[in-house]
């Protein structure tokens, strides 16, 4: 298949452009490569994925609305991975302007773009960040989420609202998929592992928040990609079961779901740091803080429908993940 894949460049679209390209589809990435962290990262990532002969890169901005409406015109897509956004749940609180440029303005392009021409299937990143005050354990696709605590997390509840009146009126096939605390080799620097890793080689005090109490649903980025591309090939169908009088947040009448993608086994994140300082083999004094604004005490993925749907499995468990991303945090940073 020929495959869009936008945030090529960004930590899961890295990855997922590897496997595609491995398997044997032809894949288009784009990226706008902004400094929200360093460019570098980005550019290396894309170092890697340029030799590969059936991965072509090219520089647009999903704001670019004009520019992307081209590109889809001119390349024809037969399915779209959409994996470019704004992250990160504390800089929506500093910059709430670009979560509204690339989460909302950029992905509306991106329903645009398949619907005009005709794309097989769209599946797109939502996150874990959409259950928000909600303290149901474990999170269920079936719970609600009209409490977002973060611009971010309601900036991804309205990507799958937007993706919802797609299906319902162009019958467009989309599936959203709530990521639940990524990490692995050629990770983001502004996420903890590598803040972690640095903080703790360079012997620095460690910031813990809600005083290391945080559980999180650790997902190491080989099980994420296998269920990401997984996904893809099971083109979203309408729920014939669906019903108005007790509608399922999950499924619709139209062409459109929403799935869980996470470990659903949730470390405390104490434990998660003495997995990186084991690996290390340094530890590193620890400021306890309390809860940031916007941060979301536990994280707890159910994932029994994407595995039922689609044989999603997730296999790496948390110390085997982190000896992995230190072996490359090594190689990578000296």
């Known amino acids: 298949m020929k495959i869009l894949v936008t945030g090529a460049a960004g930590f899961i679209g890295f990855h997922v452009s590897q496997l595609l390209c491995g398997r044997g589809d032809e894949v288009v990435g784009i990226d706008n490569l902004n400094d929200y962290y360093e460019v570098s990262l980005k550019e290396a990532r894309l170092a890697q994925l340029e030799p590969l002969p059936n991965f072509r890169f090219i520089k647009l901005d999903i704001a670019d609305r004009d520019g992307l409406a081209k590109l889809f015109a001119d390349e024809k897509f037969d399915r779209v991975v959409h994996l470019a956004a704004q992250a990160g749940v504390r800089y929506s609180i500093e910059n709430p ?23 097989e299937h769209l599946v797109y990143a939502s996150s874990s960040s959409v259950y928000g005050a909600n ?34 009126l162009y019958n467009l096939p989309t599936t959203g998929l709530r990521f639940f605390t990524v990490y692995g080799p050629w990770g983001r620097p502004d996420m903890s592992p590598i803040l972690f890793a640095k903080a703790i080689t360079e012997g620095k005090p460690l910031k813990v928040f809600n005083y290391g109490k945080h559980r999180r649903d650790f997902t190491y980025i080989d099980d994420i990609v296998q269920g990401v591309v997984r996904t893809l090939d099971k083109v979203a169908e309408p729920n014939p079961q669906w019903s108005g009088l007790n509608p399922d947040p999950a499924t619709s009448k139209a062409p459109w779901r929403i799935y869980n993608i996470g470990n659903s086994q949730p470390v405390e994140l104490l434990y998660y740091i003495e997995c990186i300082e084991k690996s290390l083999g340094k530890t590193t004094e620890k400021e306890l803080l309390p809860l940031q604004p916007g941060d979301v005490e536990h994280t707890y993925a159910d994932v029994t429908a994407l595995m039922r749907d689609t044989g999603y499995q997730p296999n790496t468990p948390i110390e085997e993940g982190v000896e992995k991303f230190v072996a490359w945090f090594n190689s990578y940073y000296s």
């Open 135 to 168: 303290e149901t354990i474990p999170f269920s696709e079936n719970d609600n989420i009209d409490h977002p605590v973060s611009l971010y997390a309601a900036s991804k509840k309205a990507n799958e609202a937007m993706a919802h009146s797609y299906s319902q």
């Open 97 to 119: 302007h670009a979560y509204a440029d690339s989460n909302l303005v950029g992905f509306l392009n991106i329903l645009e773009g398949c619907r005009q021409n005709k794309v």
